[in-house]
């Protein structure tokens, strides 16, 4: 059972909650992937959990607070494993392919992952949506900028950790970006040229000094 503890009203202990707030978190998912975000609401959400709008509300104080749990539960796996892996990179190579590999992984997500793509475009309106996005990137972001200093100890750091950064939080507004382009051929082209960019920058940071 995942950690759903961001956006409860309170951590539940028994397995009967726990797997209404499953069910409920399927059920806003599932309608987020099948007709978006804009027509989402809590009646919806309860209809297709097959429970009351009232059951809702013991667990979740609004919509947002169901989204922020969904998009937490979306997100937690990802950059923990990828936090995980950073933490084990011998060389700055290793550390500039884990970093190209994360941002690649990260659009197949939002290409393929309805729901994802879908909280991201709730975020425009919901602070505590670009929260959760925010502390994913900061997570990956300090993970990777910490291993790059214990690997290249002679690097410009101030550069590298700007490069970092832009690369991290740029990349989301990017995908959205991309999914308005009918050609994949074309997003991935665009794609490509995002990641070489930041791939040739990183590779010039990270040489000793």
């Known amino acids: 059972m ?8 309170r951590q539940p202990t028994q397995q009967r909650s726990l797997e209404r707030i499953e069910s409920i978190l399927d059920a806003a998912a599932g309608e987020i992937t099948e007709t978006g975000y804009s027509d989402l609401s809590v009646l919806k959400t309860a209809a297709r959990a097959g429970i009351t709008p009232t059951s809702i509300y013991h667990y979740f ?22 936090i995980e892996r950073i933490r084990t990179l011998s060389s700055a190579q290793e550390l500039i392919e884990c970093f190209v590999e994360g941002l690649q992984l990260g659009w197949h997500e939002f290409h393929s992952n309805r729901t994802f793509s879908g909280l991201w475009a709730a975020s425009h309106q919901m602070v505590g949506l670009r929260r959760v996005d925010d502390e994913l990137k900061t ?17 410009d ?3 590298t950790e700007s490069a970092l950064f832009l690369g991290l939080y740029l990349s989301t507004p990017l995908f959205e970006r991309l999914l308005l382009i009918p050609v994949e051929q074309q997003q991935e082209h665009l794609l490509n040229t995002y990641i070489e960019l930041h791939k040739t920058r990183l590779a010039d940071l990270l040489q000793p000094r």
């Open 2 to 9: 995942r950690d759903t503890s961001m956006g409860l009203k």
């Open 61 to 82: 104080s609004s919509l947002e607070a169901i989204l922020i749990t969904l998009m937490r539960r979306s997100t937690e796996d990802f950059g923990n494993q990828l």
């Open 139 to 155: 997570g990956l972001f300090k993970a990777f900028s910490q291993r790059a200093r214990e690997l290249v100890t002679s690097a």
């Open 157 to 159: 750091h101030a550069a």
